[in-house]
């Protein structure tokens, strides 16, 4: 499971980037930490939801890969940064379209005087509510006193707080699992109507499918016939002339033969087997290998790739 760690302070040198790195040397094997930066992303304004700067884009891209979000800050003013604040904007935008929606979370806050940074790590909480990410309620992690934590090397000069560490990425890993679990067992029910809308399809039913392609790009499709689109509205367009060309009675069954599901991608591979009338003509048996990759977005899995090629006989 990917983690994307985002460090609320930009300071070179700065002591909550080396508690984000000590965090992420000890995370346990399967949990795997990637930093995602945040210090070039232009202020959020409404005005450019309508062509997102390419930082905005590359940051909600970064965010979508994983499947939780670690938060490592400082306190300012007993709240958070701005620069995080904006972050958190930029990825919430826009409306309807949130990275962080459904993303288990945890957050770790740092000071280098004696109060532990409370302030900042309850402030960054609030926002949680509203962005809809569960969060880690225990171990809390107020580090005071950073810059006593670190030898010249900037590694961590206590054992006592090495275990802390090591013991605050395990528990953040369970806490990450629950909710993997969840989403495994969600895209599973999901599949159930995926293979009814597969159904529909074949019988020229476009409306079925039509409600799980996503909207917003990246989207693909390699058909069978060897040629492929790109880009949401292309996609879904050809979805939709491909529908049209088949004609009742027919059948579809999906053979799942692999399945994941983990943050705001699922996926499955496997056979696709129909008995299907184009244009008209005699029903057809045909097995299809098809390779279909979902984006959670809208409140709910969406078609963002499919790869489709005929097996021979």
């Known amino acids: 499971m990917h983690v994307a760690v985002v460090v609320g302070s930009l300071r070179e040198g700065s002591f909550s980037r080396k508690v984000a790195n000590a965090l992420a040397e000890r995370a346990p094997s399967g949990l795997g930490c990637r930093f995602v930066e945040i210090g070039e992303l232009p202020h959020y304004n409404e005005d450019l939801d309508s062509s997102a700067p390419p930082a905005w884009t590359r940051f909600r891209d970064e965010i979508r ?8 800050t400082p306190e300012y003013n007993r709240s958070i940064p701005g620069v995080l604040k904006n972050a958190i ?4 935008r826009p409306q309807g379209q949130s990275v962080w929606a459904g993303l288990p979370t945890a957050v770790v806050s740092v000071t280098p005087y004696a109060l532990g940074a409370f302030g900042a790590n309850h402030a960054l909480r609030q926002t949680f509510v509203f962005l809809d990410m569960p969060a880690m309620q225990q171990p809390e992690a107020y580090i005071a006193k950073a810059g006593e934590l670190f030898d010249a090397d900037g590694q961590l000069a206590s054992d006592s707080t090495s275990d802390f560490f090591v013991g605050f990425m395990k528990a953040f890993q369970a806490w990450v699992g629950r909710f993997a679990s969840t989403e495994s067992r969600a895209f599973d029910d999901f599949m159930r109507e995926r293979t009814r809308i597969a159904e529909a399809y074949v019988n020229g039913e476009t ?10 790009d ?3 499709f390699f058909s069978p016939r060897g040629d492929h689109q790109e880009g949401a509205a292309e996609v879904a367009a050809r979805y939709d002339a491909d529908a049209r060309s088949f004609a009742p009675p027919a059948t579809s069954e999906l053979e799942v033969l692999q399945t994941g599901a983990s943050g705001e991608l699922a996926f499955w591979s496997g056979l696709q087997h129909a008995q299907a009338r184009l244009g008209g003509a005699k029903p057809r048996e045909m097995t299809l290998r098809v390779t279909e990759v979902f984006r959670f977005e809208d409140g709910g899995w ?11 006989a």
Do not use: E
């Open 65 to 72: 890969a994983c499947a939780a979000v670690l938060f490592v």
């Open 89 to 92: 904007d930029v990825g919430s």
């Open 207 to 216: 409306a079925p499918l039509d409600m799980i392609v996503v909207r917003s």
């Open 302 to 312: 969406k078609l963002a790739h499919r790869h489709a090629d005929q097996m021979k």
């Open 218 to 220: 990246p989207a693909s």
